[in-house]
């Protein structure tokens, strides 16, 4: 399914003028309305292999047709994404389903599709066919020295088909844990993990990173051996430079201050990246900005802001990726919807007025730095989103134009009704 330049061209001349009035009135708006289209222009959100078939729960699964059955598909799909918001640039792959076979025509697919190589992800939750052992009871953290051994040399292989593919890291999320009190003797769990990854760590090329992601809770329910983003910052600060902790946001208790979390590993220079989702209850995997949309500009004014404090580069110097999976939307149209909501959160962070927010706090007025983010959030750029995406050839509307040009039916037509993507 491919979609033409000429058609988004002659969808966005449909909408050109009620567009340009909104921009206008923002333009008068926000000061730095300029700088923030070119941030959005250059700010690209990696979508990961497996939010593109629907995930379904442990109940069951509702496909809506016409997933991709095999990475070629997968590209095409975020191809097609990216060409309708400009801002889907790259892909995260996750091992062994996204095992190439034919690792040169992937990598010219890819570059056909204006995309590259996010971060690698690693498996050691499954235990795969053929197998010699089994991550039942842990993978990294296991008691037997042979189940922590293949699950390394499974990281190693990985870093290696993405050393061949271009990527620059490898993502490290454990299931590790425990169900039942007594289960495990934690600080061995966490000396034996520790232990793991230092091997994998050695394994790394010079210019590469690991992202070490936590999350609370869930497949194990008593303990989890990098719970959180404590947990992570050790094995990160132990490991070394090449380290990071890698924020979910649904992996965290409820309630938690994300915001403060981010401020802190930015500030210890241990920020790797994001999975963006939303959440109202556990690790939910909605899509972005679905459920608390203020707290996701809040986490943004403070990347924002802890990123100009260091001198980062927006759109380089952290990893910025989807962690989502659906049983009821069209996985597609979910991904527009959350690479929109995350643009817009970044955009209201850019649009703070910084000065008068450090004045407001150096003089204790609550009620002002509360005004200051408040009027940042409540003011609408969505027409500098479209914008950015109007100047980077690519939709102002991106899921009006999905639907107007049947994808999905199209897809349906060319893959079939009853499929199955690989992964989760
Ligand atoms: C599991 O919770 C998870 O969402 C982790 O966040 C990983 O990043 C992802 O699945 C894929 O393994
Ligand atoms: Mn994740
Ligand atoms: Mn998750």
């Known amino acids: ?144 020295k042979a189940v922590r051994k293949q699950a390394i040399d499974h990281n190693i292989e990985v870093i290696r088909q993405g050393v061949e593919l271009g990527s620059k890291a490898l993502t490290v999320w454990l299931a590790d844990g425990s169900c039942f009190p007594g289960q495990l003797n934690f600080r ?64 965290h208790l409820p309630n938690a201050n994300i915001e403060q979390i981010v401020a802190l590993l930015l500030m210890e220079g241990k920020l790797g990246g994001f999975h963006f989702n939303d959440s109202k209850y556990g690790d939910d995997d909605l899509t972005a900005g679905s459920m608390k949309p203020y707290q996701l500009f809040l986490i943004f004014n403070e990347l924002v802001e802890g990123m100009d404090a260091r001198g980062m580069n927006h759109s380089k110097d952290l990893g910025w990726m989807i962690d989502a999976s659906h049983n009821v939307k069209d996985p597609l149209e979910d991904l527009l919807q959350s690479v929109e909501a995350i643009m817009l959160a970044y955009a209201q962070a850019l649009s703070v007025n910084r000065t008068a927010l450090q004045q407001a706090q150096a003089e204790n007025d609550v009620a002002r730095a509360q005004e200051i983010l408040q009027q940042a959030f409540r003011t609408d750029l969505r027409p500098l989103v479209a914008e950015a995406r109007l100047r980077a050839g690519a939709a102002l509307a991106p899921l009006d134009l999905f639907r107007k040009f049947n994808v999905r039916q199209e897809l349906i037509k060319s893959r079939g009704l009853n499929t199955v993507a690989t992964g989760l």
Do not use: C
Request: no cysteine; proline share 3%; aromatic share 10%.
């Open 188 to 251: 061995k769990a966490f000396q034996n993990t520790l232990e793991s990854l230092q091997e994998i760590y050695a394994a790394l090329p010079a210019d590469w990173k690991v992202f070490v992601e936590y999350k609370a809770f869930e497949p194990n329910f008593y303990s989890t051996t990098v719970g959180d983003w404590g947990q992570s910052l050790l094995y990160a600060n132990k490991l070394g430079p090449k380290a990071f902790t890698l924020v979910d946001l649904g992996h």
């Open 1 to 144: 399914m491919n979609i033409e330049n000429y058609q988004i061209e002659s969808h966005n001349s449909d909408l050109l003028a009620k567009h340009q009035r909104k921009l206008a009135f923002v333009t008068e708006e926000v000061s730095n309305a300029q700088d923030i289209i070119q941030k959005l222009i250059d700010f690209q959100i990696g979508i990961p292999s497996w939010a593109l078939g629907t995930g379904g729960t442990r109940f069951g699964r509702f496909s809506s047709g016409g997933e991709p059955r095999n990475i070629e598909e997968k590209i095409e799909d975020i191809g097609l994404l990216h060409k309708l918001n400009a801002a889907s640039g790259s892909i995260s792959l996750h091992i062994p389903w996204d095992t190439a076979e034919n690792v040169p025509a992937i990598k010219a697919l890819v570059a056909q599709q204006g995309l590259s190589f996010d971060a690698m992800n690693s498996n050691t939750f499954q235990d795969q066919a053929n197998q010699a052992h089994s991550y039942k009871f842990g993978s990294l953290q296991h008691v037997d």
